[in-house]
């Protein structure tokens, strides 16, 4: 440290922070491995000489970030490194961290956004950010959407375990087969059997979205993406909401980008790999299984 002495405080901060920055290229190069791995390839991986990776794993180790195998000599991430990743999952919020992403997203759009969650009686919104070209239609807070016919249940029902939407979604196809009308079948098509399902869960995985067009209003379309946390498992869905004559064209495309930005954004946020949430848009679906139908009295 007597080489600092005589430096302005502001200089000698920002080559700490400095110090930080290329430390850190050590972290993730760790983060980034499969397991744990020699000196040389964290080096060749962090962009320094092996002398100087080993300076930073040896402070590293010191501190737990980091472990040193003692029969390979390899190194990788350490107690504190996961204990660190376990305090910051305990603290996300994802409804508090998708509100400025909604607002993002409305601006970007001009389209009515907002964010639902899983429930036991389906998805449910629990953020939202009207937007310009709504018209009369306003979602409100707290409403349920249609597993089936929405947008924003069938990107629940394509990446949710099979269990957990089990139950809604046999109510859904019981209520289908037993109310479907003239009136009903205007706003949304007849889903009613395992291959229908099937070929909705192909769609969505195949596409990474889903979009519905008169599922819960005449004239209406959403856009719906999934957002995933550090386990890769999805933990909400994001939608947009307009027009059907809106949502069409290139401006389709365009609120699509933008969609498709704010949901993987936001699930990097939540810990989900960029390779991870990419990834999902191409896993093979898994086959829709028939349900015991639950009664639906006091829903």
Known sequence: MASDKGKPAEEWTQRRIQSIEVGFQVIRAMEAANGPLPLRDIAAAAGMPPSKAHLYLVSFVKEGVAFQDPVTGHYGLGRFAIQLGLSAIRQLDVVELAREELATLQRATGFATYLSLWGDRGP??????????????????????????????????????????????QDEIAAAKRDHSEETASLAPRITTVKDIQKIVETVRRQGYAMTVNSINSSFAAIAAPVFDYSSRIVATMTVLGSDKQLSGPRKKQTLDALLTATHRLSERLGASSRGVKGKENETPVAAKPAKARSTAGR
């Open 124 to 169: 449910g919104i629990v953020s939202k950010v009207d937007g310009q070209r709504q018209g009369s239609l306003a979602v409100r807070l707290g409403y349920v959407l249609p597993l089936l016919t929405s947008a924003t249940g069938q990107v629940f029902l394509t990446y949710l375990d099979e269990s957990e939407t089990a139950a809604v979604r």
